[in-house]
């Protein structure tokens, strides 16, 4: 068992206005994401199940055409392949859990 702080795992800017930290087991990607307000999130897919909690803040989360606001308690579920967007709507905490690991933010 690997336990340490998730305060000590190095933190990345993927996108200008974000800070993110990623999480690996064998077998998924956790990441801890924070957005600045108004930052948007491009759209794309990826072969991943991924699951989004909104842990802070609003999100406008839009997935094959369909926006929908998450907010703080906020789960959504974005199948395989599907393509989605977003944007924050106030400064946000997101944690996206992917399996199977995401070898692009290895």
Request: overall charge negative.
């Amino acid at each position: 068992m690997d336990v340490f702080e998730l305060s000590e795992v190095p933190s990345r800017e993927l996108l200008e206005g974000t800070e993110v930290r990623f999480v690996h087991s064998e077998t998924m990607t956790v990441a801890y994401w924070r957005f600045e307000a108004g930052v948007p999130l491009p759209e794309h897919s990826h072969p991943h199940d991924q699951i989004t909690n909104v842990i802070e803040g609003k999100f406008d989360l839009t997935v094959n055409g369909k926006t929908t606001r998450l907010e703080a308690g906020s789960v959504a579920i974005i199948p395989p392949h599907a393509s989605h967007s977003g944007k924050a709507v106030t400064e946000c905490r997101i944690i996206d859990v992917f399996h199977p690991v995401r070898e692009d933010y290895v």
